[in-house]
């Protein structure tokens, strides 16, 4: 199973961007998907994830301005992102907690897409 993120950029402060993940095949089960970023120096930190019920949530410095959201049918997990902060500049990365079978269960990440968000 590999992901693939797509649609950062260059954007100006209080644009909007939207980041898809793609999740390449079909698989036993996907309990979670999430977003997290890292700014130059700064650890990985988590943005928002979608359980697979549909719930979701966010860090405290991006609810009310960024959505997750996912299509199963797509196989594909988005994160719209609004109000755009240079803030909120650095790679973001998709993860997904994934079943490929009954006994085997593990959590796989893409390579990550750059945001950069200019003053």
């Known amino acids: 199973v590999q992901l693939q993120a797509s649609g950062g950029g260059l954007v100006q402060a209080g644009g909007s961007l939207r980041l898809s993940c793609v999740q390449s095949s079909v698989v036993l089960r996907v309990h979670s998907m999430g977003w997290y970023r890292q700014a130059p120096g700064q650890k990985r930190e988590l943005v928002a994830t979608?359980?697979?019920?549909?719930?979701?949530n966010y860090s405290g410095s991006v609810k009310g301005r960024f959505t997750i959201s996912r299509d199963r049918a797509k196989r594909t997990m988005y994160l719209q992102m609004s109000s755009l902060k240079p803030d909120d500049t650095g790679v973001y990365y998709c993860k997904a907690d994934i079943s490929t079978d009954p006994w085997t269960r593990a959590d796989y990440w893409g390579p990550g897409t750059q945001v950069t968000v200019s003053s």
């Open positions: 979608i359980s697979e019920g549909g719930i979701t």
